[in-house]
């Protein structure tokens, strides 16, 4: 069965052993260690993550003041949580209203915003949604992602060419007038806050 | 340069390929790759925009077809073996010996200091801006046009805003210049716009989609008042 990292240029095996011989090397060289390889993989993958760009979503839906200052000042409200740190140094955040809709790419290169949506899934990183987002957003918004978006509301494509990291926040649901922050935002999907995908409903 | 990895716009790229509930990383090759990234800052081997340029010289059919995280590893082999920390001869046979010794352990270090680089540089982050003396020449409101030349080594200067006018709707003040610093000149900072560019500017009025608007953050030097 092919290994989910097989490409039509290599087998997994191959890149494995490839990328141990220079982790060996960088090891012996005094740059490395698999304990620093173990921490960042922890990191990315139960500390910083889409749940606390979540958790930032449902507190600017449950207070104006500090939605008005994560507008403002993304990078600044969201130390207020205690969140930020790496490639989200000047974070900017878009709103959606009934007349805008905004998405995020990086057509150059898989700028993203790390400290409140974690390492990007790999679609974002791939050409196709990199060459085709700018080009014909409302087609892969609704042939790729299944999330039309009215003709009559504005589509925004935010290109993050620069050390800023834009990300969305998404409208909050209706229906959701008597839920707390915490309920809220196990409603915001990664997907919501890249432009590409819904809130989901309770 | 103009390269494939200067993708926004390009026709023939397929479906978009998401995958329900993906692991951070696929393989375990893919986190040693990725800790690689801020390992290898630290010894100096390249700032991000040398980073980001690394990976735009690599082989164009290579840069389409490998896993993102192969751009990484090129560009770990491609600064080391310039920096003199990897031979590639050396690293060719040891892959071979990978290959045929795939449990064969790695060698074992400790670094505490390493680990508290990790832990700090998450947190903290590597900021981009830079106070800069330089008088700003554009200000939110102007109509700018992107310089519609060709420049060899890095830049952002996207190949589908060249040329290309629109509205400048925020300015940010200094921040390093990726055309400098990414082809290892100095951070030479530039003051920092957002432009915005409506569809039918970037893709002509019989082509582009009814009522968008494409956002892409440019350095002073991309720039002349638009006429």
């Known amino acids: ?202 | 340069m103009n390269g494939v990895f200067d993708l926004g716009g390009t026709d023939g790229m397929g479906k978009v390929q998401t995958v329900e509930n993906e692991p951070v990383f696929r393989a375990e090759w893919e986190k040693a790759a990725f800790a690689m990234f801020s390992n290898c800052f630290r010894a100096g081997f390249f700032g991000v925009d040398a980073f980001r340029h690394s990976i735009e010289k690599m082989d164009a059919a290579e840069y389409l077809l490998s896993n993102y995280y192969e751009h990484w590893v090129h560009v770990v082999e491609d600064r080391g073996a310039q920096k003199g920390v990897i031979d590639p001869a050396e690293l060719e046979k040891r892959t071979q010996f990978f290959l045929e010794n795939p449990d064969a352990p790695l060698p074992e270090r400790e670094d505490p200091d390493l680990l508290a680089f990790v832990n700090a540089v998450v947190k903290s982050g590597a900021p981009a801006n830079r106070p800069t003396d330089k008088v700003a020449r554009f200000k939110v409101g102007d109509r700018v046009t992107i310089l519609a030349d060709s420049p060899h080594g890095h830049t952002r200067r996207a190949r589908y805003i060249r040329g290309r006018t629109g509205e400048i709707t925020a300015a940010h003040g200094g921040a390093i210049y990726p055309d400098s610093a990414g082809n290892d000149g100095p951070e030479a900072p530039e003051h920092l716009y957002t432009v915005r560019f409506t569809a039918e500017e970037l893709w002509g009025p019989e082509t582009a989609e009814p009522n968008n608007i494409v956002y892409f953050d440019v350095w002073e030097p991309y720039l002349t008042l638009a006429s």
């Open chain 1, 1 to 202: 069965m092919a290994s989910p990292t097989d490409t039509r240029l290599r087998t997994q095996a191959e890149i494995t052993a490839r990328v141990k011989a220079l982790e060996s090397m960088l090891i012996e060289k005094g740059i490395m260690t698999t304990a620093a390889i173990d921490r960042l993989a922890e990191i990315y993958e139960n500390e910083v993550g889409p749940q606390l760009g979540a958790q930032v979503v449902a507190r600017a839906w449950t207070d104006p003041e500090f939605k008005e200052r994560l507008l403002a000042d993304a990078s600044a409200a969201c130390t207020e949580m205690g969140i930020g740190g790496l490639q989200g140094e000047e974070m900017v955040v878009v709103e959606n209203t009934d007349t805008v809709h905004n998405a995020i790419v990086c057509t150059l290169c898989s700028c993203y915003p790390w400290p409140v949506l974690g390492l990007p899934p790999n679609w974002y990183k791939a050409p196709a949604y990199r060459a085709r987002i700018v080009r014909e957003p409302r087609k892969v918004l609704a042939e790729d992602f299944g999330f039309p978006v009215p003709d009559d509301v504005e589509v925004r494509i935010w290109d993050s060419s620069s050390e800023l990291r834009y990300w969305v926040l998404p409208q909050r649901p209706a229906g959701t007038e008597d839920l707390g922050a915490f309920e809220l935002a196990a409603l915001v999907t990664r997907d919501s806050m890249i432009g590409v995908g819904p809130v989901r409903t309770p």
